[in-house]
C-alpha cells in the first residue's frame, strides 16, 4: 500500500459513499462525482476503496466532507495519531493549539499518559480533534503502551481474582507479593497503592462470590416455590457481574495510577463534601481549580451560587463512589472523611445507589464523564447540548436556580 493514513478502511469510504447524496446532481454519490469533488481522479478512489493506496491527511479529510462522515470513521483500531491525522494536523501544530510542548504531547500519543499539571486536556484534545469523549478514550486505549500495560496487569492479577472467588478465608492482595511489585513496576507506583487498590475489588468480588453460593444452595437444597428457571437467571446475571469486574481491573487501574485526577482538583472536592450543601465561598474556592474542574467534568459535579460554589448532587454521587480509591491516591485534606453524606448535612443517596450508576461513576476521572451526562434520581438532569454557547457551569446553575428546576 503506498504511504497516507495509517489503518485507512477503504470499504468503510465505499460504504459512506454509497449512502451519500452526490451535492451536484442530488443522486447517489458516484465515484466519478467523489473524485471531482475532492480534486483527484476517479482511478485513485477506486483505488482507495478497494485498499490499493492510502490517502494523504489532508486529502481523508475532504474524503469525509464529501462523504459526510467523521474522518476516524473512515479509519479502524483507531489510535490518537490517527485522531490527528484526520483532522490534518501535525504533532507539532497540534502541540501549539493545545500550548503545550512538542515532547509532552508526544508523550501522550506514545504512552498515553496525560500530564499531570494540566487538568481538562483530555476534553481540549477532544476538542481540538472534534470527537467525542468516547472515540477519544476508545483511540487512547488502542495505543501500544496503554495495551501493553492493560494486558500485563490483567494477566498478573488473574490468579489473585480467582481466588476472591473461592470459598475459604479472604486472600487479599499482599504488598510484598510478587503480582504487586511487578504491578508497581508497570503502574510506576508503590507497591502499598497497588494492593490497596485491588483489594477494593477483591472485596467486592467477594461479595459477589458469596451472593453466587447463596443463590446456588437456595437452588438446590431448599424446597421453595419460585421456579428453578428463576434462580439460574439471577446466578447468570451474577456471573454477568463477577466478569464485568474481572475484566475492568486492568482499566481501573489505568484510570487511577496512570492518569488520576490532579491531586489540587480532589482536595477541593473534598472541602466542598466537607463543607456540606452551604458550600465554600468564592475566596476559599481557588478560581484557577474551580476552571480546571468545569473543563474537566463540563459543570457536572460543581453548582455555583452568588457567593460560592458547592457540590451538584451528581458531585457528591462521585465523590462517595471514588472515595475509596482517592483516599488511597492521596491524603484527605484536613480530617478524615466520613462517607456517610449526612454526616455533613447533605441528603442520605444509599437507597439511590443502583449498581449501574456506581459503576461508572466508581471509573469515573479526569479523563470524563460522558458529554452529555444524565442522572435519572428524579431531581436533576442536564446536558451540554442544552448550555448556550458561551455559557459556563456558573451561568448554567444562576439560571437553573431561577427557575427552580435544580432542586435537592
Not at 497497588?194 to 458469596?210: A, E, Y
Request: charged residues 20%.
Amino acid at each position: 500500500m503506498a504511504r497516507g493514513v495509517a489503518r485507512f478502511d477503504g470499504a468503510a469510504l465505499r460504504a459512506a459513499r454509497l449512502s451519500a447524496l452526490c451535492s451536484e446532481h442530488a443522486h447517489r454519490l458516484t465515484v466519478s462525482c467523489l473524485a471531482r469533488q475532492v480534486g483527484t481522479s476517479k482511478a485513485l478512489i477506486l483505488s482507495y476503496e478497494h485498499g490499493r493506496s492510502s490517502p494523504s491527511p489532508r486529502r481523508l479529510a475532504d474524503l469525509a466532507q464529501a462523504v459526510g462522515v467523521p474522518a476516524s470513521a473512515l479509519q479502524y483500531d483507531t489510535q490518537l495519531s490517527d485522531l490527528r491525522v484526520a483532522r490534518g494536523l501535525t504533532l507539532t501544530e497540534l502541540a501549539d493549539q493545545l500550548g503545550m510542548a512538542v515532547n509532552t504531547y508526544r508523550r501522550i500519543e506514545s504512552t498515553g499518559i496525560l500530564p499531570k499539571r494540566r487538568p481538562g486536556a483530555f476534553w481540549d484534545l477532544a476538542r481540538l480533534l472534534q470527537v467525542e469523549h468516547a472515540q477519544l478514550h476508545a483511540a487512547i486505549r488502542q495505543i501500544p503502551a496503554v495495551q501493553e500495560r492493560r494486558e500485563t496487569a490483567a494477566s498478573l492479577l488473574k490468579e489473585v481474582l480467582q481466588l476472591a472467588l473461592t470459598p475459604g478465608p479472604f486472600r487479599p492482595l499482599q504488598d510484598t507479593s510478587p503480582a504487586a511489585e511487578a504491578l508497581a513496576k508497570v503502574f510506576q507506583v508503590a507497591s502499598s497503592t497497588v494492593s490497596k487498590l485491588v483489594n477494593i475489588v477483591l472485596s467486592d468480588l467477594r461479595q459477589l462470590g458469596q451472593q453466587r453460593a447463596q443463590l446456588e444452595a437456595r437452588r438446590d437444597f431448599t424446597a421453595h416455590s419460585r421456579p428453578a428457571h428463576l434462580y439460574e437467571r439471577e446466578l447468570e446475571m451474577v456471573a454477568d457481574r463477577i466478569t464485568e469486574e474481572i475484566e475492568r481491573v486492568p482499566d481501573l487501574l489505568e484510570r487511577y495510577l496512570v492518569n488520576p485526577m490532579p491531586q489540587p482538583c480532589w482536595r477541593t472536592l473534598a472541602k466542598l463534601y466537607l463543607a456540606g450543601p452551604s458550600g465554600l465561598g468564592h475566596a476559599s474556592l481557588p478560581a484557577d481549580i474551580a476552571v480546571a474542574l468545569e473543563k474537566a467534568f463540563g459543570g457536572y459535579l460543581l453548582a455555583f451560587n452568588p457567593t460560592g460554589a458547592s457540590l451538584s448532587v451528581p458531585g457528591v454521587l462521585f465523590f462517595l463512589d471514588t472515595l475509596p480509591f482517592y483516599r488511597i491516591i492521596y491524603a484527605p485534606p484536613e480530617r478524615a472523611i466520613r462517607p456517610d453524606p449526612q454526616s455533613y448535612g447533605w441528603p442520605s443517596f444509599h437507597a439511590r445507589a443502583q449498581p449501574q450508576r456506581r459503576h461508572r461513576l466508581r471509573t469515573a476521572h479526569v479523563l470524563g464523564h460522558d458529554p452529555h451526562p444524565h442522572w435519572d434520581g428524579g431531581s436533576w438532569m442536564t446536558t451540554r447540548s442544552t448550555r448556550p454557547a458561551g455559557a459556563t457551569a456558573r451561568d448554567v446553575w444562576l439560571a437553573a436556580q431561577s427557575e427552580e428546576a435544580l432542586m435537592f
